[in-house]
Each structure stands twice: as structure tokens, then as C-alpha cells.
């Protein structure tokens, strides 16, 4: 089916990822999709079902699956749009404050309507893994389809996320070259040395925005605690990061403080 589909078309290798090669290709109408083709050592026995699995995920920070390839000698998943670069690449260039919020926001929609509606598909929450299109909205492109997991680790790698979207450091740049070592490390300089952690290429951080920043990080911090008690629900954490993120000048005007906050609470 896909040598047929992109037979004649322009087609263009633009990532090598963990396991895969993606190429965009050029549809006759001008629409441009992505084509994720498997190597040999990712191949599943349970692609085909997957696929058929994911091919139903419908939400703007999900790819959306358009079909699959899934013969004995090529896996391919072919999926609509294009990415221009993962949020790990994103990150170099250095991105103001109020866009890495867009990212991390609109990567938790996209995991808390995989949690609420399809608990048993997986996903890679890594910022190699999570994927921009051109007008910065990030794509969740990684699945498993799996037995469900234990929604807490889910909540972990979001807090992971977030932790990494603030410092640009992978965990394994910061001082011990282990997730658990790049956390401890966040843990240690928070709240008072906070400014260590974030990313020093961020330009003009307004009060608000560090204040944001603050808050962002301890509930971070929170998801990522291991600990038997430690880590709140999916739900909770989204709820206190919505509520963290409301725009500053919301937050400013004192007396409508407490309207907004319960607001935020229903939505």
C-alpha cells in the first residue's frame, strides 16, 4: 500500500529516532504526511493490532494515525501533518518562557486524554520523543500499546517533562548521568537556588513568569517523588499545573484572584 501511495512522490528521510526512520512525503493534493518505518529490531507481532488501536486516538496534541504497513519485512505507520523537530531540538534554540508553557501544556492535554480515554496506550514522554509542528503545538508520537500501567508512572514522566523543559538539561547532562541524579539535583537547589536550575539561555524572565517558573517546578518535583505517598493523581497534577499557568496578569489582579483559581478548578 505504500509503495503505491508514495510512488512517484517526493519523499524525504528527515529523522532517524529510537528504532525508526521517518520521511515526509508529498501527497498529489500538496498535503503532507509522515511515514514512520520501523527497523528491523523494533518489529512487533502485535503491530498490526496497535496500529488499529492508535489509528482511533483523535486529539490536537496526539498524532494521528492514518494507516500501517505492517508486512513481514516493513513496519511503517503513516501519520498526518509534519513535524518540524522534536522538543529536545527546540530547546537549543533557546524558546521564551510563554512558549515552553504552549509545549508543556499542550503535551498534558494530550496525556490526560490518553489517561482518561485509552489507559491502555502507552507513551514516550522524552523531550526526544515529543515532537512541534511548525506553529510550535507539540505532538505525543510514541506509543505502547500495553496492559495499563500504574497511572503513577505516567504522572513521573510528566513531571520529568517539565523538569526538563525548564532546564534544557537531559538528565543525563546533569551531574550523575541518571533520571534519579538530575532529579535529586532540581530537588537540592529548590526553592532557594531555583535560578541554577532554569535553562540560563532564557532571556528577560519577567517576576511573573519566574514566580510561574517556581510553582511549575515543585509540582514537578512532586510528580516525580517516588515515594510511597509522594505523587499526586494525573488529574490532581493537571489541575495544579492548569492553576499555575493561568496568565500572570490574572493572577495579579488580587481581588479576582480567588474567582480564577476556582474557575480553574472545574474546568
Known amino acids: ?23 515526509i512525503v508529498r501527497l498529489r493534493d500538496g498535503a503532507e504526511i509522515e511515514v514512520h518505518v520501523q527497523r528491523g529490531n ?38 498526518e501533518g509534519v513535524h518540524v523537530r522534536s522538543v529536545e531540538e527546540w530547546l537549543v534554540v533557546a524558546p521564551p518562557w510563554k512558549q515552553r508553557l504552549k509545549v508543556m501544556m499542550g503535551v498534558m492535554d494530550g496525556i490526560c486524554y490518553l489517561d482518561e480515554h485509552w489507559p491502555r496506550v502507552g507513551y514516550d514522554l522524552r523531550t526526544r520523543s515529543a515532537l512541534l509542528r511548525e506553529d510550535i503545538e507539540p505532538s505525543i508520537c510514541k506509543f505502547k500499546v500495553r496492559n495499563p500501567d500504574s497511572e503513577s508512572t505516567n504522572v513521573y514522566w510528566l ?15 546533569a551531574l550523575e548521568a541518571s533520571e534519579t541524579g538530575f532529579i535529586d539535583w532540581v530537588r537540592l537547589k529548590c526553592p532557594a537556588q531555583i535560578k541554577k536550575v532554569v535553562d540560563e539561555k532564557m532571556k528577560k524572565l519577567t517576576a511573573a513568569s519566574f514566580e510561574q517558573i517556581k510553582q511549575v517546578t515543585a509540582i514537578a518535583l512532586e510528580c516525580t517523588d517516588v515515594s510511597a505517598e509522594g505523587s499526586p493523581t494525573m488529574k490532581h497534577a493537571s489541575r495544579m499545573l492548569r492553576r499555575a499557568c493561568v496568565p500572570s496578569s490574572a493572577q495579579a489582579v488580587h481581588g479576582h484572584h480567588h474567582h480564577h483559581h476556582h474557575h480553574h478548578q472545574q474546568a
Not at 496497535?50 to 513496519?75: P, T
Not at 513531571?159 to 547532562?173: C, I, S, Y
Request: glycine share 6%.
Open 42 to 79: 523494533a518489529f512487533r507481532r502485535t503491530f498490526g493490532e496497535d496500529c488499529r488501536i492508535l489509528a482511533q486516538l483523535r486529539h490536537k496534541n496526539v498524532a494521528k494515525v492514518i494507516g500501517w504497513c505492517d508486512r513481514r519485512d516493513m513496519q511503517a505507520v503513516v501519520t
Open 159 to 173: 513531571g520529568m517533562f517539565v523538569l526538563e523543559v525548564v532546564a534544557n538539561k537531559r538528565p543525563r547532562e
Open 1 to 23: 500500500m505504500l509503495r503505491k501511495a508514495t510512488n512517484g512522490f517526493s519523499e524525504t528521510l528527515v529523522r532517524k529516532a529510537d528504532g525508526e526512520d521517518v520521511y
